[in-house]
């Protein structure tokens, strides 16, 4: 059986990945920069509605994944609060100034995880890292559950003939998870190609805002969106799922 797991950057976009079947949800913030913490309020309020787990991202900020001092106090007392409030697992990665895994940080994290008896995904710093096979001998040494990854490139296209050789070198010891880029287009390629069982996609589709007044005189970000915003679609979810085990 072939699995989906859904990015979702908001309670709304959770929801609609339960109704469109997914596995389970990856919660995060601010996807459009490759995801960052979601806020504790929104993971409560999400887990109040969902039956399948959840996985909130652990990533105080956008852009490399070296951490200061202070960071990864911040990171540990994520943990701590995601895990009181019940959740499935986290999702973790933490490099050193190398390329390499920051063993030492990412054992504390996980071993948090396996001591609250939840989950633990080591998400796409692994793409970052200098030696992506060597990386992933760490991560199972670490005892980390899955690895997200596009095969070190911007997509999991672009990446596919790397993701398949990691899945045969995994050999089942951990689950290698192939995401950036997936979609209803492209996923039953990606499921022949790379012989992975579980996948991973944000699935979006992009709505316009329900506002009258508009002051177009102002900018608050970088793309000047301020009136669409992007929510997963569980009819995408629906179809993709549809392609996993045909």
Known sequence: MITLEVCANSITSAIAAQNGGAT???????????????SFGQFVETKKLLQIPVYP?????????????????????????????????IVIGILKTDG?????????????????GIKCT?????????DLFEAMEVIIDLGCDKILTSGGKSTAMEGVTTIARLVKAAAGRISIMPGSGINEHNIAYLVSFTG?????????KTIDSMMEYRNEHILLNDTG?????????????RKMIELLNV
């Open 24 to 38: 389970r949800v990856e919660l995060c913030d601010n996807l459009n920069a490759g995801g960052t913490t979601p």
């Open 57 to 89: 991202l652990i990533r105080p900020r956008t852009g490399d994944f070296l951490y200061s001092d202070l960071e990864f106090e911040v990171m540990k007392t994520d943990v701590t609060n995601f895990i009181a409030a019940g959740c499935e697992g």
């Open 100 to 116: 390499t895994i920051d063993r030492a940080r990412c054992a504390i994290l996980v071993n948090m995880a396996k001591a609250a």
């Open 122 to 130: 080591f998400h796409r710093a692994f793409d970052m890292c200098r």
């Open 196 to 204: 992975a069982k579980e996948f991973h996609t944000s699935g979006r």
């Open 225 to 237: 969106e301020e009136f669409t915003q992007e929510v997963t679609d569980a009819e995408k979810l």
